[in-house]
Structures are given as C-alpha cells and as structure tokens.
Nanobody, 112 residues
Framework: QLQASGGGLVQAGGSLRLSCAVS????????MGWYRQATEIPREFVAD?????SPNYADSVKGRFTISRDNTTVYLQMNSLRPEDTAVYYC??????????WGQGTLVTVSS
C-alpha cells in the first residue's frame, strides 16, 4: 500500500515536500517514484529513484525537485514551484516482476 501526503496550495516560487509511505511490498520493490496528472493531460513521469539510490528526473523538474527515499518512504522536495506544476501527484512503486503500484494521489496547487 502507498499513502501519499504533503500536497497543498503554495505561491509560485515556493516549496512543498511530498511523502509516500510504502507498506506491504517487502523487498521486491526496485523503483519508487512520483508521477503527476494535470487536468486534461495524461499522467506523466516526474522522478524516481532505484533501490540503490540512483535518481531520475523529468527534464521539466530537473534542478528544482529532489527525490529521496529511506526503507519505507519516498520523498519529493519541490522547490521553485511554478503554476505549471499544478497537478495531482501520485507515488508509485515498481517491483522486480515489473508490477506497478499506485498511491491515491495528493493535490499540489501553485498560484501565480
């Protein structure tokens, strides 16, 4: 199970930190990350991190967002937020058997 939190309303240029608690998946997870979906736009990749700690970022968030993890939680520190970052953010895990799990989503709204 994935439980995301930390969304909210912030002004452009501000920061938010998202957290996603992961439970029940044991040692089979190979990647933990974040996707987002804005209104009428398909869900898109934001960032993920391998179990070994290697991060990957979408070009649109490089230099502004930082992903990190510990044994049970994946975090997304979002700085210099822009109105175009407004979306529902979903945490996700990928297992060694290529099965993807999704959290319930947390809304991030960036006002201009």
């Amino acid at each position: 199970q994935l439980q995301a939190s930390g969304g909210g309303l912030v002004q452009a240029g501000g920061s938010l930190r998202l957290s996603c608690a992961v439970s029940g998946s044991g040692s089979s997870i190979v990647r933990m990350g974040w996707y987002r979906q804005a209104t009428e736009i398909p869900r898109e990749f934001v960032a993920d991190v391998t179990i070994g700690g290697s991060p990957n970022y979408a070009d649109s968030v490089k230099g502004r967002f930082t992903i990190s993890r510990d044994n049970t939680t994946v975090y997304l520190q979002m700085n210099s937020l822009r109105p175009e970052d407004t979306a529902v953010y979903y945490c996700s895990t990928l297992s060694a058997l290529r099965y993807r799990s999704w959290g319930q989503g947390t809304l991030v709204t960036v006002s201009s």
